[in-house]
């Protein structure tokens, strides 16, 4: 059964920090860009970060450039997000997703499976 699992949610204050993790199971993520998104209540899901399959290349939305850090563990078939100096406007139910990227990668229609999500709740 394909299955992307998210973990490493929880509450942080403002300046901290949390390691998303991204487990697979059932597909090898080595052959998918990996990207996350993040959806907060009322909005619309949005494109976080993005780590293609082929070169490793990475991509960031502005609102996290710098403070954000994806990578890919290819042995344990998992991707991270490390997120540093977090915001109250971070907050967020974080989800990861596995299909093509690219140039589109901000598009939830170019990923073609999706974990459940883990909540990122960043306040004092």
């Known amino acids: 059964q394909v299955q992307l699992v998210e973990s490493g949610g929880g509450l942080v204050q403002p300046g901290g920090s949390l390691r998303l993790s991204c487990a697979a199971s059932?597909?090898?993520?080595?052959?998918?860009?990996i990207g996350w998104f993040r959806q907060a209540p009322g909005k619309e899901r949005e494109g976080v970060s993005c780590?293609?399959?082929?070169?490793?290349?990475?991509y960031y939305a502005d609102s996290v450039k710098g403070r954000f850090t994806i990578s890919r563990d290819n042995a344990k078939n998992t991707v991270y997000l490390q997120m540093n100096n977090l915001k109250p406007e971070d907050t967020a139910v974080y989800y990861c997703?596995?299909?093509?990227?690219?140039?589109?990668?901000?598009?939830?229609?170019?990923?073609?499976?999706w974990g459940q999500g883990t909540q990122v709740t960043v306040s004092s």
């Open positions: 997703a596995a299909g093509s990227g690219g140039s589109s990668w901000r598009s939830v229609w170019v990923y073609d499976y």
């Open positions: 780590i293609s399959s082929s070169d490793g290349s990475t």
């Open positions: 059932g597909f090898t993520l080595d052959y998918y860009a």
